[in-house]
């Protein structure tokens, strides 16, 4: 019997599911091939903390792996598969940007296998998209098609448990008067070691050297950097936080960012969660009263709904669709913005969220579109530099996910493709800010 070809992972493809060769089959027990590729820090200006968890977690998968693990550090992704195999043909995962796909369908005796680490297949989707004719592509009606695929909070009818698909008109309470933080469990956070350790001392080295430069601090990893994590976060939002998810889940606290919200989008960009998993472990909350509709409802279509529909848009409308401009956008971002230098700026709202992205490079949906991506549009910012500025500074921040959210939702820079108005006119979607912490007229101001 011949071995079995190495396997390829990538940086964001870093749980068992994707090392088994068919949809079905047990792991194969190929040799797994990881490249930690230098010249990927060295092009852009990625932020600390970003480039720690991303290292953290590639490294974690390989002592994880052992013996069958091939782990290579070089200056490029090429040189790194060459030193790791040689000219033996190799399996990959079908990646998550269409640079990645670009560099894997170059080289011969590469194998590109289908996707993982979503649930609904390109040619699902573009059945679908193809067939909507002169109708828009709304998310609304992917998110009742995937429920139905997946079997998701449905009745044996068919129909939406609780009546309705939809819940979002019941998730927008306001924070509690007085409270500076919500009366939720905190997250569970992880502990660093001695990988942690060492990642940190190689990225002061390269820094210090002039090798890199980053944007934004670094510490303590916040996020899970391993399946073993990443699982122990999953279970911990189920049973603690997603029963208080939904009603604030459009709210704002500056002395709280994390509010209820699951923090789950960092291990399943980096594949350590399958989405599949998390929307059915949040069903299983709801059926088994530890949880509300609402919440559940409300998680579920974050991930099995907008997530979804974020990776398929990447992929149906095209490379053109990085590149639109529907506004006319083109002032590049303030030198305070794009360094995160959150002491320059007056506006008490815009500052302490860029203070918060500087810190931990994470902020939650709301303030991701109503402060960051509201300020953007509304000084004309080149779309594609917002694009890049929040892909770089943002821990769960990939091509695929940023294209799609800011040129189509946040920016409007497609003219409406994907959302139906620009978001600066909202009304309802406005965040539930708290009074107390961050008053109208400093919104305003930003």
């Known amino acids: 019997m011949s071995r079995p070809r190495p396997h390829w ?142 079997h998701l909070l449905l009745e044996p009818d068919g129909e939406p448990v609780g009546g309705r698909w939809n819940l979002d008109a019941g998730n927008r309470e306001p924070p509690p008067r007085g409270q500076p933080v919500l009366p939720v469990p905190p997250p569970r956070w992880p502990e660093e070691d001695e990988i942690d350790e060492q990642v940190r001392a190689d990225l002061d080295r390269w820094e210090q050297s002039g090798e890199v430069r980053f944007v934004g601090r670094d510490g303590p990893r916040r996020f899970a950097a391993t399946r073993a994590e990443a699982l122990r976060a999953l279970e911990h939002f189920a049973t603690a936080r997603l029963p208080h998810f939904g009603r604030w889940e459009d709210a704002v606290l500056a002395a709280d960012p994390w509010m209820a919200h699951s923090l789950l989008s960092v291990p399943l960009n980096l594949g350590l969660l399958d989405p599949g998993e998390c929307v059915r472990r949040a069903e299983d909350a709801y059926r088994s009263g530890s949880a509300p509709l609402n919440s559940v409802e409300g998680f579920v279509r974050q991930v099995a709904g907008w997530r979804e529909y974020v990776w398929q848009l990447y992929w149906y409308l095209g490379e053109e669709h990085r590149h639109r401009n529907a506004l006319g956008h083109h002032a590049p971002l303030l030198d305070w913005f794009a360094e995160l230098d959150a002491d320059a700026v007056r506006a008490r709202c815009l500052s302490h969220v860029l203070a918060r992205v500087r810190d931990t490079g994470w902020v939650h949906h709301v303030p991701r579109l109503m402060v960051l991506g509201n300020w953007a549009l509304q000084h004309g910012h080149d779309p594609a530099a917002v694009t890049d500025w929040l892909h770089r500074c943002f821990v769960d921040g990939y091509d695929w996910v940023m294209v799609p959210n800011v040129v189509g939702m946040s920016q409007y820079a497609d003219g409406g493709t994907t959302t139906t108005k620009p978001y600066t006119c909202g009304g309802d979607e406005n965040p539930r800010i708290s009074p107390a912490s961050l008053s109208a007229p400093q919104i305003v101001a930003c």
């Open 9 to 150: 992972l990538f940086g964001d493809q870093l749980g068992p599911h994707f090392l088994a060769p068919s949809e079905d089959g047990p792991d194969s027990g190929a040799p797994v091939v990881i490249v930690e590729a230098r010249s990927v820090f060295r092009r852009r200006r990625f932020h600390r903390a970003k480039a720690h968890l991303v290292l953290s977690a590639m490294r974690h998968r390989a002592a994880e792996l052992g013996d069958r693990a091939r782990y290579v550090r070089a200056e490029t992704y090429r040189e790194g598969l060459r030193q790791a195999v040689g000219e033996r043909a190799v399996t990959v995962r079908h990646p998550t940007s269409r640079a990645a796909l670009g560099l894997v369908t170059t080289p011969p005796r590469v194998e590109v296998l289908p996707p993982r680490g979503f649930l609904v297949p390109f040619g699902n989707f573009r059945r679908w998209a193809d067939g909507l004719g002169e109708r828009r592509l709304l998310m609304e009606d992917f998110y009742r098609r995937v429920r139905r695929a997946e």
